[in-house]
């Protein structure tokens, strides 16, 4: 036993101690440099889009009922969103938000409506249950809206391929941003208990000008248990839309109402 403990002791005495360096430097917070570089391409993103216009085919599927139109989108920030849905016979409707207005056109009862731009309205009509500010962010491809991309409490993870930015809000709840190739593939919004509200995945992404854009959108909302896409065809972006193209006018003897969601109009079913 004395010769072990002799070992032992004497063992220090064959090792080189380095003293610390008189001035470390600091390691850098690699979860913060990363999401700092993801967020701060995705606010060049925000402060390079401001419009888009667009030919897509909407699918959406909900309660084991399943609807598919063609559609021409115009959406210019913050809040401007029109819809126009179309069959093989025509106009099917028209729908135009804009300052917390809502405008319908019901071409086949030559019905002209009007109402409150809500999250409720907007769902009941273009199966997008979000306030328009918030649809017209979705439909571009861009941060949900009050999200602080330069909110410092943020948590850097990895989904598969995706690199994922989190933070938590003060009420609980998560903001998820998803980027593959410093493009924004996926926004998800999960409740303080834990149960997602929203998530939306871009793909296909195309170069427009400069501009990086996805020609498809899917969001799922699992309260409402729906699904809604778009897939975009020839998009432009950034073009000059005046505020009176959100203006819609009743046509010659139009019957006008008030709307409220018990009378909305259907849509067709299914379309080829």
């Not at 328009?132 to 949900?144: E, F, I, R």
């Not at 195309?206 to 699992?222: C, L, T």
Request: net charge negative; aromatic share 6%.
């Amino acid at each position: 036993m004395s010769v072990v403990l002799g070992a032992m002791l004497a063992l220090p005495a064959c090792v080189e101690v380095q003293e610390p360096p008189t001035h470390p430097r600091d390691i850098p917070n690699f979860a913060v440099d990363r999401s700092q570089d993801l967020t701060s391409s995705l606010a060049e993103r925000d402060r390079s889009l401001d419009s888009l216009q667009t030919d897509a085919v909407m699918q959406y599927s909900a309660g084991g009922k399943s609807l598919r139109t063609h559609e021409e989108l115009i959406v210019r920030r913050p809040d401007g969103l029109k819809v126009e849905a179309r069959s093989a016979f025509g106009v099917e409707l028209i729908l135009s938000a804009h300052n917390g207005d809502l405008q319908i056109f019901d071409p086949s009862h030559n019905r002209f409506m009007t109402g409150m731009a809500s999250s409720e309205t907007l769902d009941k009509y273009v199966r997008i249950p979000m306030m328009p500010k918030d649809a017209v962010n979705l439909l571009l491809g861009l941060a949900p809206t009050g999200f602080d991309l330069n909110d410092p409490r943020v948590k850097l993870s990895n989904e598969g391929t995706m690199t994922v930015v989190s933070y938590t809000s003060p009420d609980g709840t998560t903001h998820d941003l998803g980027f593959e190739d410093r493009n924004l593939v996926m926004v998800r919004e999960t409740a303080p208990g834990g149960t997602v509200r929203y998530r939306v995945d871009y793909s296909e992404y195309h170069d427009i000008g400069g501009v990086m854009f996805p020609y498809r959108v899917a969001a799922e909302f699992p309260q409402s248990q729906s699904q809604v896409s778009f897939h975009y065809r020839r998009p432009i972006v950034n073009g000059q839309i005046p505020a009176s193209t959100f203006v819609l006018t009743p046509a010659p003897g139009a019957t006008e109402t008030h709307i409220g969601l018990r009378n909305a109009p259907s849509q067709p079913e299914h379309e080829g």
